[in-house]
């Protein structure tokens, strides 16, 4: 009872001191038999090698279910294969760069909102975090923008991932699913919520597309309409379409929000670090927009150091088709197979202090020496996130302009604790003293001298 007491009330509660030092740990959960793997040979042969014989367990595509049951994240075989060949284009590199312009407006105007406080002021950042990167889908994703206001869809998010991201025993237990949850039916408002944006989103575009086709945005939304099967071609079908819609209006922000907020706790922890970002960010702002987020190399290691303590992704559960071996461990089929990121980057095996916040393990040689299996914020194999290079491009510039602009410290008496549902955020928020910098030159950095769009 008190295993289902902490599953619900926050999972990150059910990780004890073995599962950080031993790489395979059998047992833990009341549902048959579990194996919480961390050893990157295992894991490598779970996600890659042999991944044929592992799909998505029956307790994460429920989670999915709620609105996502068709699209990228929760689709499997050649559902999945499709969905995939079709989204890829839209996050190739020479595309996610295209995209700076765009995040870097998003992010001058949190400065802009931001610059209005009072000296000293005292702010959430987390809600904060979450309107930025919102900003930056509805400017990069979704060009015609959400028919309400945003900051109706950024609560209509948390109460989203906070209803469906609480684990029901009765999901635990293998209740069959025509058996009632009470979380299922507090998120159905919010479905429909949804539904009625993504229908009014997909309305505009499809009679801009209809009428005036050479003025269309190329962004996601037109290249998902295009591939929608209208004469079975084997295109997308509607749900598939909307599903996506929301999974990348979800996904597109969600997970960046809470990796932002993530590393300006950290960094207001760290003198050190907050100084060298801030000199970084004062030294490259002012170049070409064009390459800026690989100029900003310290910053980009502080993102990657940040995902390794707080990792977007805090979970990953397979179960095994056929019988099989991890590093010496008997796999039935139908075992469950647990992997979590946020256990594996803090192994005791695999990191020298792994709980210490060092951005240096993502610089120079250091990088090299990790372990491609050992460091999943992303996932890893077919399935890896197809949106994690938009994501680091996206918090690498949102940050670094951050802490050009602002200094900042945790308030006073306030204590940080990592939640999870179906992301990993703060609990009870993270309030913040910010205060302008001052900056030798005041005219550096401004929008209209990078060329940057005002809107």
């Given at each position: 009872?008190?295993?289902?007491?902490?599953?619900?009330?926050?999972?990150?509660?059910?990780?004890?001191?073995?599962?950080?030092?031993?790489?395979?740990?059998?047992?833990?959960?009341?549902?048959?038999?579990?194996?919480?793997?961390?050893?990157?040979?295992?894991?490598?042969?779970?996600?890659?090698?042999?991944?044929?014989?592992?799909?998505?367990?029956?307790?994460?595509?429920?989670?999915?279910?709620?609105?996502?049951?068709?699209?990228?994240?929760?689709?499997?075989?050649?559902?999945?294969?499709?969905?995939?060949?079709?989204?890829?284009?839209?996050?190739?590199?020479?595309?996610?760069?295209?995209?700076?312009?765009?995040?870097?407006?998003?992010?001058?105007?949190?400065?802009?909102?931001?610059?209005?406080?009072?000296?000293?002021?005292?702010?959430?950042?987390?809600?904060?975090?979450?309107?930025?990167?919102?900003?930056?889908?509805?400017?990069?994703?979704?060009?015609?923008?959400?028919?309400?206001?945003?900051?109706?869809?950024?609560?209509?998010?948390?109460?989203?991932?906070?209803?469906?991201?609480?684990?029901?025993?009765?999901?635990?237990?293998?209740?069959?699913?025509?058996?009632?949850?009470?979380?299922?039916?507090?998120?159905?408002?919010?479905?429909?919520?949804?539904?009625?944006?993504?229908?009014?989103?997909?309305?505009?575009?499809?009679?801009?597309?209809?009428?005036?086709?050479?003025?269309?945005?190329?962004?996601?939304?037109?290249?998902?309409?295009?591939?929608?099967?209208?004469?079975?071609?084997?295109?997308?079908?509607?749900?598939?379409?909307?599903?996506?819609?929301?999974?990348?209006?979800?996904?597109?922000h969600e997970t960046t929000a809470n990796t932002l907020s993530w590393a300006l706790f950290l960094l207001s922890q760290s003198g050190e670090w907050r100084e060298?970002?801030?000199?970084?960010?004062?030294?490259?702002?002012?170049?070409?927009?064009?390459d800026m987020a690989d100029r900003l190399v310290e910053t980009r290691a502080v993102i990657e150091?940040?995902?390794?303590?707080?990792?977007?992704?805090?979970?990953?559960?397979?179960?095994?088709?056929?019988?099989?071996?991890?590093?010496?461990?008997?796999?039935?089929?139908?075992?469950?197979?647990?992997?979590?990121?946020?256990?594996?980057?803090?192994?005791?095996?695999?990191?020298?202090?792994?709980?210490?916040?060092?951005?240096?393990?993502?610089?120079?040689?250091?990088?090299?020496?990790?372990?491609?299996?050992?460091?999943?914020?992303?996932?890893?194999?077919?399935?890896?996130?197809?949106?994690?290079?938009?994501?680091?491009?996206?918090?690498?510039?949102?940050?670094?302009?951050?802490?050009?602009?602002?200094?900042?410290?945790?308030?006073?008496?306030?204590?940080?604790?990592?939640?999870?549902?179906?992301?990993?955020?703060?609990?009870?928020?993270?309030?913040?003293?910010?205060?302008?910098?001052?900056?030798?030159?005041?005219?550096?950095?401004?929008?209209?001298?990078?060329?940057?769009?005002?809107?």
């Amino acid at each position: 009872m008190a295993l289902l007491g902490a599953l619900k009330r926050n999972p990150l509660e059910c990780w004890a001191a073995p599962h950080f030092e031993r790489p395979i740990v059998a047992g833990g959960l009341p549902i048959g038999h579990v194996l919480l793997v961390h050893e990157p040979g295992a894991i490598r042969r779970v996600l890659l090698d042999n991944a044929v014989n592992y799909r998505k367990d029956r307790l994460q595509r429920r989670v999915l279910s709620a609105g996502l049951s068709d699209g990228l994240l929760s689709a499997e075989g050649e559902q999945w294969r499709l969905q995939r060949r079709v989204i890829a284009p839209m996050f190739a590199r020479r595309t996610v760069m295209d995209f700076a312009p765009a995040m870097l407006a998003a992010a001058e105007a949190l400065v802009e909102r931001w610059s209005a406080l009072e000296d000293g002021a005292s702010i959430d950042v987390a809600p904060e975090m979450a309107k930025v990167t919102l900003d930056v889908v509805e400017r990069t994703i979704f060009s015609d923008g959400f028919g309400s206001d945003a900051e109706d869809i950024r609560k209509a998010m948390t109460t989203y991932f906070n209803t469906i991201g609480r684990i029901s025993p009765l999901d635990i237990l293998g209740v069959p699913d025509f058996v009632p949850r009470l979380g299922r039916l507090r998120v159905q408002a919010t479905l429909r919520f949804f539904e009625k944006e993504v229908d009014r989103v997909i309305s505009v575009r499809r009679r801009m597309l209809a009428e005036q086709p050479d003025q269309a945005p190329r962004d996601l939304l037109t290249h998902l309409l295009e591939a929608l099967d209208t004469g079975g071609s084997g295109g997308l079908t509607e749900a598939e379409v909307r599903s996506n819609i929301l999974t990348f209006i979800a996904a597109g922000h969600e997970t960046t929000a809470n990796t932002l907020s993530w590393a300006l706790f950290l960094l207001s922890q760290s003198g050190e670090w907050r100084e060298r970002v801030q000199a970084e960010a004062d030294r490259e702002l002012i170049g070409p927009v064009e390459d800026m987020a690989d100029r900003l190399v310290e910053t980009r290691a502080v993102i990657e150091e940040t995902v390794r303590l707080y990792p977007p992704i805090a979970a990953i559960s397979r179960v095994a088709l056929d019988r099989d071996e991890l590093n010496g461990e008997r796999v039935r089929a139908g075992s469950l197979i647990v992997i979590s990121p946020y256990v594996l980057h803090r192994h005791r095996l695999l990191w020298d202090r792994p709980d210490a916040f060092d951005p240096r393990r993502f610089l120079g040689a250091a990088q090299a020496t990790i372990d491609r299996f050992a460091y999943l914020p992303f996932g890893t194999g077919p399935r890896k996130c197809i949106g994690s290079s938009f994501a680091l491009q996206e918090a690498t510039l949102v940050l670094a302009t951050i802490v050009r602009h602002f200094a900042f410290r945790l308030r006073p008496g306030h204590a940080v604790w990592p939640m999870l549902r179906v992301t990993l955020r703060p609990a009870n928020g993270l309030p913040m003293v910010i205060a302008m910098r001052s900056l030798r030159d005041p005219d550096r950095c401004r929008p209209a001298e990078r060329g940057l769009p005002n809107s």
